[in-house]
């Protein structure tokens, strides 16, 4: 199995920047389908993006991120990250990293996802 911990998330203006991190023990991470998901008060938590670590790298992200965040993994550091440009205040949600097994590479249901973080807030101010 595989042990996940969100860090970077803070309060920052609209039209800011933040990256988060998310750190992997356990299992050599490479094996493993990740994605991010958001979750803000009162709604369902929705996913965010996904990454396929090949030779290259194959991305999906939600419509509403598109442009403006980018993964990227690093596995010999069992790291992956989520740059986020030019925040908007609907952007504020708790930040999560997901990792599975199984999972069809840029999988977009939370419901696939076996392994979680504890998240990370990310606020985003007018």
């Known amino acids: 199995q595989v042990q996940l911990v969100e860090s970077g998330g803070g309060l920052v203006q609209a039209g800011d920047s933040l990256r988060l991190s998310c750190a992997a023990s356990g299992r050599s991470f490479a094996v493993y389908t990740t994605a991010w998901f958001r979750q803000a008060p009162g709604k369902e938590r929705e996913f965010v993006g996904s990454?396929?670590?090949?030779?290259?790298?194959?991305?999906w992200y939600a419509d509403s991120v598109k442009g403006r965040f980018a993964i990227s993994r690093d596995n010999a550091k069992k790291m992956e990250y989520l740059q986020m440009n030019d925040l908007k205040p609907e952007d504020t949600a708790v930040y999560y990293c997901a990792a599975d097994l199984v999972a069809p590479a840029g999988t977009r249901s939370p419901n696939e996802y076996l392994y979680w973080g504890q998240g990370t807030q990310v606020t985003v101010s007018l």
């Open positions: 990454i396929y670590w090949t030779g290259s790298n194959i991305t």
